[in-house]
């Protein structure tokens, strides 16, 4: 059974994203700890890259600030296998093919499993080409995640099918980012996915507010929130790690009412 499994077992998962040496890799590992220790369930790291297609300015931003503090591939993983020593929960990397193409995907893999990654998120994939990627994660046990975006039913039922680790529901067409208001029918979405794979299924993109959290995980397994905790980052920068770990419970104490 896939780690990832474990983050869904005890009710409703709440999943904090953060981008990977956003200040410095030492606050990001300090962050780890922190999410953890204020109820994540699962945690979601961005590999900084210069060209996050699928983000919004926020994380486009904190890419470019990671990346200028000199934060790399190698040294994420090196910090993450530390941090590894401490962090029980599951964890997965966001990022993108060129990056994974770049490093080497056997390579990537590999060191995934070293350092304990139980998973990645490739936006940038399309389901129609996840062959170029799906083979070598079996063969290292690192769950493929997909994302199902709100198109048409045959496609969400398709990918539904196929699923590891959990569903990514994209609850809004577009780039990552805060929104006052989520409009489209996820309950309905969800439904779908369960009705074709035991996979747990989140509901990402947009999500800012304790009310935005339970209202989608109500109807879901669990809550994804990117954008609002990478402000809080930017705003308090190497001081960001208490107002992020206060901001994670209210919103584990949100997705659990």
Known sequence: MSNIRKAFENGKAFIPFVTGGDPTLDVTE???YAMQDAGADLIEIGIPFSDPIAEGIVIQEANERALEAGCTTDKL???IF?????VTVPMVFLTYVN???TYGKEKFMKRCVECGMDGII?????YEEKE???GVCEQYDVDLISLIAPTSHERIRMIAKEAKGFVYCVSSLGVTGVRSEIKTNIAEMTKMVKEETDVPCAVGFGISTPEQAAAMARVSDGAIVGSAIVKL???HGENAVSAVAQYVREMKAAVMR
Do not use: G, H, N
């Open 30 to 32: 300090q962050l780890l």
């Open 77 to 79: 993983f090196d910090m």
């Open 82 to 86: 530390r941090a590894r020593q401490k």
């Open 99 to 101: 990056p994974i193409y």
């Open 122 to 126: 490739v936006p940038d994939l399309p």
């Open 132 to 134: 170029e990627l799906s």
């Open 233 to 235: 980052v930017a705003k």
